[in-house]
């Protein structure tokens, strides 16, 4: 069974410090990662997508892949309280013969003022 | 760019009643279109994967005869939920497929059945 696992949160940070986010996923065949953030009651956002081993930054968001380790994490730098939502990561499992993504139940993240 | 929209927003509809969805990719085509279905602080939940011009493919446990999926153009697809009932009220969700499998969601369908 092919899964993705989160933990939960919530994870509390002050404002302006790192938020870590991880995520580990089973398949090793696994090509294409992707983070989403959803505000309660609103549908997922893509915040960004990473397919090759390291580092890949935008804006406050680092995401950092690791194959070897099947692990997935995202950074947010200088977090701010609009930060404040769950971010759901996502694995594509399929080989992308139709795209379907496996996602992890989600990280509540609070920034506090 | 990427932009996937819902109709309607909400709606709220009687028990036994038919209730149609639409989504439809603004500015992009998606062969792949998604449905899925989310309860109050639980997570997404997969119902269909559909095709454009084929048949959806449904997930388990999931009433292909109740929950009708229609793909009918590379832009927009539809969900029929037919004879609601007050268990199917909940937050529906279409997302449409990007060049890197990545996916878009629209803003969902928040329906009541009373």
């Known amino acids: 069974q092919k899964e993705v696992e989160q933990n939960s949160g919530p994870l509390s940070v002050p404002e302006g410090a790192i938020a870590s986010l991880n995520c580990t996923y089973s398949d090793r065949g696994s090509q294409s990662f992707f983070w989403y953030r959803q505000y309660s009651g609103k549908s997922p956002e893509l915040i960004m997508f990473?397919?090759?081993?390291g580092d890949k930054e935008d804006g406050r968001f680092t995401a950092q892949l690791n194959k070897a380790s099947q692990y997935v994490s995202l950074l947010i730098r200088d977090s701010q309280p609009s930060d404040s939502a769950t971010y759901l990561c996502a694995v594509n499992w399929d080989g992308g013969s139709q795209g379907n993504l496996i996602f992890g139940k989600g990280t509540k993240l609070s920034v506090k003022p | 760019g990427a932009v996937v929209s819902q109709h309607p927003s909400w709606v709220i509809c009687k028990s036994g009643t038919s209730v149609k969805i639409e989504c439809r990719s603004l500015?992009?085509?998606?062969?792949?279109m998604f449905w899925y279905r989310q309860f109050p602080k639980q997570s997404l939940m997969l119902m269909a994967t559909?095709?454009?011009?084929?048949?959806?493919?449904?997930e388990q446990g999931v009433e292909k005869d109740k929950f009708l999926i229609n793909h009918a153009s590379l832009t927009l697809s539809t969900l029929t939920v037919t004879s609601a009932h007050p268990e199917d009220s909940s937050f529906y969700i279409c997302s449409a497929t990007g060049l890197v499998y990545e996916q878009y969601f629209g803003p969902g369908t928040r329906l009541t059945v009373t």
């Open positions: 990473i397919y090759s081993n």
């Open positions: 559909s095709n454009e011009g084929s048949k959806a493919t449904y």
């Open positions: 500015d992009f085509q998606a062969t792949t």
